[in-house]
């Protein structure tokens, strides 16, 4: 069973700090592409940040570049979300996402919610 559990989300401040990991089980996840979203109430969904399976290349959001890092460690099977800075535009529930092209792999986890405010 595929499964991807976040974890790390909350209330914090504007100008803090919070990290988000999200594991996963049930598929190979050094196989997996792996990336960040984020849905704020209202609008639509939005890749944040994005990590290759090789290499690690790495993509952001332009809003996000700069303050928020990304990473993975396929020995543990999880993804990180570094965001610094926060702002209170980035309050969103925050997705985590495994995708592969071929063999077709597409998977989602529940989200967390993460808000910045005062």
């Known amino acids: 069973q595929v499964k991807l559990v976040e974890s790390g989300g909350g209330l914090v401040q504007p100008g803090g700090s919070l990290r988000l990991s999200c594991v996963g089980s049930g598929f190979t996840f050094s196989d997996f592409n792996m990336r960040w979203y984020r849905q704020a109430p209202g609008k639509e969904r939005d890749m944040v940040a994005h990590?290759?399976?090789?290499?690690?290349?790495?993509r952001y959001l332009d809003s996000v570049k700069g303050r928020f890092t990304i990473s993975r460690d396929n020995a543990k099977n999880t993804m990180y979300l570094q965001m610094n800075s926060l702002i209170p535009d980035d309050t969103a529930v925050y997705y985590c996402?495994?995708?592969?092209?071929?063999?077709?792999?597409?998977?989602w986890g529940q989200g967390t919610q993460v808000t910045v405010s005062s």
């Open positions: 990590i290759s399976s090789a290499d690690y290349p790495t």
């Open positions: 996402n495994a995708w592969r092209a071929w063999p077709n792999g597409d998977y």
